[in-house]
């Protein structure tokens, strides 16, 4: 609860209607796209400004006040559940694109713009921003850049930290601290914007960024190849890297998401496929063509069963149909769906994909994968039921077993969606006891009195090992 | 992964938690994985920025109610009341939540502990229990609006002020109500119009209730156009009031008792189609099998009859012969005479219905089909929204009749009467220069069909 002198401070900064205690505000910040993850906060707020944001931290911070800053809240790790309750602090009245700079090719915007209408905003004057979340119609650029997310775009154009230059944010004690700018090239003292990057709400509140922005690729071609053999795709993806050709999109589907996919969009999927990959190239004309060319090469040398090059832009999004569907799919499927995000080397997809799938079936649980083959990242996802505890422990469990699989491949927790609460207990399998200690050194130094976004990130105790210790 | 946290769960002490718990569909409300992702397209999101004000946050509320997380209060159904049921929701999400379910429920479980102060009671019985239900009040009431308007006292209360007494937004209703007829389609045409040619298949019309008093001529135009395109038309006269006001106001037995009359009516005729030209009605008619699912004498047959609803736009477009259409007058200019459309919510998000009226306005020759930004988003009619919901329907008009000026068209075409009425409103206070009309598709594409012979 927080006492009256504070309520009325608060009050005074944003107004009334900006300041919530009532019951409908506090139920309605009490979760985010996590599933089974729910807490109340004490308070609502929804500043406009980097000096309310700064007003705001500085009572917090006199009061020892949880803060828990929010975008749209569609994080999947649970990280703006307010766990510690607190204030839940929206960034939704932050939204305006302040500057598209021509000459420079950045832009300047609150963090609370949708990215999405960012995205379609600078493609209106012939630009390009590439980090593309599944989320971006919903989600907030403020919430991209505190979860560093990345999308389809990924392995050929970079994710989110590729694209942010410098950053206005706000410290725990409420001082305004500007990092970077519009520059390429600066390397006075330590990196801070990238240090915020990924942040997770957890360093600073970020109320303002300088995005970098490219030209617009000229054409793009989209193509779909399908495999009986999973290894057959798996290669085709270590290959077409290694001919150094970087496909702006490159995505896997293996076998059970398939299934649900054409159970859900009746495009006549052949079922007996081990996966498929949706490849995409964007860039001049020629080049586009002479990729496109190379890769169905490749993929006839590694057996593919059925190759399909769109002819325009209609064919293409045909093609990419199956890729769109797979969320809404699996969705579909059960009440309860946990989209998870295991990333591994590259030449690891195939045995990942296996592995996941008999972990899958040594727990009984349904787990289909899909996700981004050309870096590594897949979405393992499980389709259960919230209200079945005694399944819900098992998916746990198996999910338990597929991180674990993941780090030892040679990959990581997680490669987009965060760490939040969801994550926390394997952190340390990653980055191990003396990266958990800079790191909480890290977050020392910004927040002395750990009220930015308390209890995510670093967990009370690192969840055991499944199997036995690997190196 | 952690578990749910949160408060003490509250005991149902509460009534209306009891009676959401007895009502909401739990299994809807586990669906929701809170994603988000309906947030962009809800109207009431829009205006506020506020996530009690999105379905998601609404869903949250309805699940905390039913958990004993929030004790559904005042404030609780000002949230519920203040969603337009435009269940624009429903196809952003990936789950398939059926919001439009839960929001019916929801308001069912507020209308039965609902203490409304006794003028309110006595007019919505007055409303629901003898004026919809019963054909010969409404037609009466036509017929007196009818009388009213044509003796000119209609000019008199208008010029006397006395219609300022009331709620800003109705008086500025009354302005732009069309004439009311008390000689609605059955009257007129009889109760089977023969298809134009060889008949393509048999179909049914729903004539409606305030259509069939306040735009009889667009039901008789309906018949004629889908007579045109090769249809033989059924107007069974029997049948009532399909039961969506009811429905939207948490009256749910007064819909059910309604829709029954109303299957039992259309199933002896045995047709192929049964044709609505109200998004309003047709998305409470296509959704029948689900009013009726624990209805066992009715389910079978309540499923015959939802399978069978169709849209008029739809049904030309589909399965009919499209007719000719073309402009009649020419515009000042040289350039052809611009017309856009204003979605009906229901038509689009429910009945799936928001390509055939584009593709009939594109076959008009000589005039341009301009799209409206944001044509999907709800108008803020619904219903009676905009009696009860002055100052959100206000905003949510005031934005869409910027983009309808953006538009520059002569024609704003809409499928549904609480559009149509909207949109005449919206033009009325918002367009400046007041030279755009609206008009209900149906009218439109009649005034310009070309006969063949
Ligand atoms: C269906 C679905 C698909 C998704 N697909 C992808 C995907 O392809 N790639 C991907 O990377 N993610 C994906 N996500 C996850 C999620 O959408 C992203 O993490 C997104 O960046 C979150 O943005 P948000 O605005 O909703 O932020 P929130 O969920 O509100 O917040 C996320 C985190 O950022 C912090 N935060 C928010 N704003 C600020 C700020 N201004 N300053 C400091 N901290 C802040 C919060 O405290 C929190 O820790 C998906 C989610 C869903 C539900
Ligand atoms: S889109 Fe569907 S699942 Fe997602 S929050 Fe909205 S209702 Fe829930
Ligand atoms: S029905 Fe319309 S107003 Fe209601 S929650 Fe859904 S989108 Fe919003």
């Not at chain 1, 970077?180 to 801070?192: E, F, P, R």
């Not at chain 1, 709400?201 to 054409?219: M, S």
């Not at chain 2, 106001?249 to 045995?270: C, H, P, T, W, Y």
């Not at chain 2, 009939?360 to 219903?383: F, H, P, T, W």
Request: proline letters at 5%.
């Amino acid at each position: 609860m927080l006492n009256e002198a504070v309520v009325r401070q608060l009050r005074e900064i944003v107004g009334g209607k900006f300041f919530r205690t009532d019951q409908e505000a506090l139920i309605t910040h009490s979760y985010d796209g996590t599933p089974m993850l729910q807490a109340l906060p004490d308070a609502v707020i929804y500043p406009e400004s980097t000096e309310q944001v700064s007003e705001i931290m500085k009572i917090a911070n006199s009061n020892l006040i949880p803060i828990v800053t929010r975008g749209s809240g569609s994080n999947l790790c649970g990280g703006t559940v307010p766990l510690q309750g607190g204030i839940v602090m929206v960034m939704h009245r932050m939204n305006k694109i302040i500057e598209v700079d021509m000459e420079n090719l950045t832009a300047i915007v609150q963090p609370g713009v949708i990215t999405g209408q960012f995205i379609t905003h600078v493609e209106g004057l012939g630009l390009f921003y590439p980090p593309d979340p599944s989320s971006m119609k919903i989600s907030t650029i403020g919430g991209n850049i505190a979860e560093c997310s990345g999308g389809l775009r990924g392995l050929k154009y970079g994710t989110t930290k590729d694209y942010v230059l410098g950053l206005t944010a706000v410290l725990a004690n409420g001082s305004i601290i500007r990092t970077g700018g519009k520059l390429t090239k600066d390397v006075a003292g330590y990196d801070l914007t990238k240090l915020l990057v990924g942040s997770e709400g957890t360093l600073a509140v970020i109320t303002e960024a300088i995005l970098k922005l490219i030209p617009q690729p000229k054409t793009k071609k989209t193509m779909v190849a399908m495999y009986k053999d999973i290894y057959g795709a798996a290669r085709t993806v270590s290959k077409i890297i290694k001919n150094q050709i970087i496909p702006a999109t490159l995505e896997i589907l293996d076998n059970p998401t398939i299934r649900v996919v054409d159970d859900f969009a009746k495009i006549g999927l052949p079922l007996d496929m081990a996966a498929i990959l949706i490849i995409e190239q964007d860039g001049e004309p020629e080049m586009v063509e002479r990729d496109i060319e190379k890769i169905q090469l490749i993929c006839k040398e590694e057996q593919a069963d059925r190759i399909d090059v769109a002819a325009d832009r209609e064919e293409a999004e045909k093609l990419l149909t199956a890729r769109r569907s797979a969320f809404t799919a699996l969705a579909r499927l059960r009440p309860t769906t946990i989209l998870e995000d295991a990333t591994v080397p590259r030449s690891k997809i195939a045995e990942m994909i296996l592995r996941t799938n008999a972990i899958a079936q040594k727990y009984n649980v349904n787990i289909a994968t899909f996700g981004h083959a050309g870096d590594g990242n897949l979405h393992p996802t499980a389709t259960t039921d919230a209200r079945d505890h005694e399944e819900v422990h098992r998916v746990e469990e198996a999910f338990a077993e597929i991180f674990e699989a993941a780090i030892e491949l040679g990959g990581t927790i997680t490669g987009e969606h965060g760490v939040g609460v969801v994550k926390a207990p394997y952190l340390e399998w990653k980055v191990g006891e003396a990266g958990v200690e800079v790191m909480k050194g890290i977050k020392g130094a910004f927040d002395p009195l750990n009220i930015l976004n308390p209890s995510k990130i670093f967990a009370k105790e690192t969840k055991k090992r499944v199997v036995v210790q690997h190196g | 992964m952690a578990s749910t946290t949160g408060k003490p769960v509250i005991e149902h002490a509460n009534p209306l938690a009891r009676t959401l718990l007895e009502k909401l569909d739990y299994d809807q409300l586990t669906n929701c994985m809170r994603c988000g992702f309906c947030l962009p397209a809800c109207p009431t999101f829009h205006e506020t920025g506020m996530e009690p004000a999105s379905p998601r946050g609404r869903i949250a509320m309805m699940k905390a109610a039913v958990d004993g997380l929030m004790v559904p209060d005042q404030q609780f159904q000002d949230q519920m009341n203040l969603c337009l049921g435009c269940r624009a929701c429903e196809p952003s999400c990936p789950a398939d939540v059926k919001y439009g379910q839960l929001i019916e429920q929801t308001k069912e479980a507020i209308e039965e502990h609902a203490t409304h102060s006794l003028p309110i009671k006595v007019i919505r019985k007055t409303v629901f229990k003898n004026l919809f239900p019963k054909r010969g009040s409404l037609k009466l009431l036509g017929g007196s609006l009818a009388v009213y308007q044509k003796s000119g006292l209609q000019k008199v209360v208008q010029s006397t002020g006395v219609m300022k007494l009331f709620p800003k937004q109705l008086s500025e209703m009354e302005a732009i109500l069309p004439s009311a007829s008390s000689k609605g389609v059955v009257e007129r045409l009889g109760t089977f119009y023969p298809a134009k040619g060889e008949a393509i298949a048999k179909v049914a019309m729903f004539r409606g209730c305030i259509m069939d008093v306040m735009f009889a001529d667009t039901n008789v135009n309906t018949v004629e156009l889908l007579s045109a395109a090769g249809f033989d038309v059924y107007i069974p006269e029997s049948q009532v009031c399909c039961g969506a006001l009811h429905a939207h106001s948490g009256e749910m037995n007064g819909a059910r008792e309604l829709a029954a009359v109303n299957i039992d009516i259309f199933k002896q005729l045995d047709v192929d189609y049964i044709v609505s030209n109200a998004g309003g009605c047709g998305a409470l008619l296509v959704e029948y099998d689900h009013l009726m699912q624990d209805n066992k004498k009715y389910s079978e047959s309540a499923k015959w009859f939802a399978s069978r609803v169709i849209d008029v736009s739809t049904l030309i477009v589909e399965k009919g012969r499209v007719p000719k259409f073309a402009q009649k007058e020419s515009s000042p200019h040289a350039e052809k005479i611009k017309v856009t459309y204003q979605d009906s919510c229901h038509l689009r998000n429910v009945m799936k219905g928001s390509s055939a009226p584009r593709k009939l306005m594109k076959e008009i020759v000589n005039a341009e089909y301009v799209e409206m930004a944001q044509s999907d988003r709800c108008c803020g009619s619904a219903g009676i929204y905009n009696v009860v919901q002055p100052e959100m329907a206000g905003s949510i008009l005031e934005h869409k009749m910027e983009h309808a000026n953006n538009t520059q068209a002569s024609y704003m075409l809409t499928s549904n009467p609480g559009c149509l009425l909207q949109m005449k409103l919206g033009i009325e206070k918002h367009k400046p220069d007041q030279t755009m009309k609206a008009m209900h598709i149906v009218d439109f594409l009649h005034d310009r069909m070309i006969l063949s012979e």
